[in-house]
């Protein structure tokens, strides 16, 4: 399974650090997208790119800043994180932006503290 | 906005038996309705999918059945395994809205 990877896969950090989360996909889809898994909410949508431009962005706190340099990559810039925060972040992509389906990377386990 | 509920979010079964999954969805704009299998400490992956100018889709033990006008969808198993335990997701695409929505999760476990 190595068409989306994601790095790390796993990330502690404090509320004052700065951190980001790498998606690649391998795939040459053009649609992507990150998602947050809690236990709370098991799979909300937070961005969605479709061919390097941002189509979807569902109400996410400022202190989440996407990029997608190109339509392999996608970046996830973490800062000033809350506890809250603590979740599987996981990056999908695939063909296009609507009726596909959605392949999904292993997922950053990231911790707040 | 747009809401996907799902139901039971914990179902256990004896192997062998079936085991079924209802979500329903509030945007009546969605026309596609993907369902994922999560197993423990793995990525989400597609299972099947149905679109909304079909009623019922199968593939091997797998099925999934559309009523559009009740705004309901389910996910049938049958003669279930043990491989079958993990967390299952259904989603609805409005094309209305553009966004795919999940419901919030069944954990299945087969007993053997």
């Known amino acids: 399974e190595t068409g989306v990877t994601q790095t790390p896969r796993h990330l502690v950090m404090g509320m004052t650090n700065k951190k980001s989360l790498k998606c690649e996909q391998h795939?040459?889809?053009?649609?992507m997208y990150w998602y947050k898994q809690s236990a709370k909410k098991p799979l909300e949508l937070m961005f969605v790119?479709?061919?390097?431009?941002?189509?979807e962005n569902n109400s996410v706190p400022s202190r989440f800043s996407p990029e997608c340099p190109n339509s392999s990559h996608l970046f996830l810039h973490l800062h000033t994180l809350q506890p809250e925060d603590s979740a599987l972040y996981l990056c999908?992509?695939?063909?296009?932006?609507?009726?596909?389906?959605?392949?999904f990377g292993p997922g950053t386990r990231l911790t707040v503290t | 906005g747009e809401n996907v509920e799902q139901h039971p979010s914990t179902l256990s079964v004896q192997e062998g038996d079936s085991a079924v999954i209802k979500c329903t969805y509030s945007?009546?704009?969605?026309?596609?309705f993907p369902w994922y299998k999560q197993e423990l400490g793995k990525r989400p992956q597609l299972i099947i999918d149905?679109?909304?100018?079909?009623g019922e889709k199968k593939d091997q033990r797998i099925a999934v059945t559309l009523n559009k006008t009740a705004k309901h969808f389910s996910l049938h198993i049958t003669e279930t395994q043990p491989e079958d335990s993990a967390v299952y997701f259904c989603?609805?695409?409005?094309?209305?809205?553009?966004?795919?929505?999940f419901g919030q999760g069944t954990t299945l476990q087969v007993k053997p």
């Open positions: 945007d009546s704009a969605s026309n596609y």
């Open positions: 999908a992509s695939s063909q296009d932006k609507g009726t596909y389906e959605q392949y």
């Open positions: 989603a609805a695409y409005s094309s209305n809205t553009g966004k795919l929505i």
């Open positions: 149905i679109r909304s100018n079909v």
């Open positions: 795939l040459g889809h053009n649609a």
């Open positions: 790119y479709s061919l390097e431009e941002r189509v």
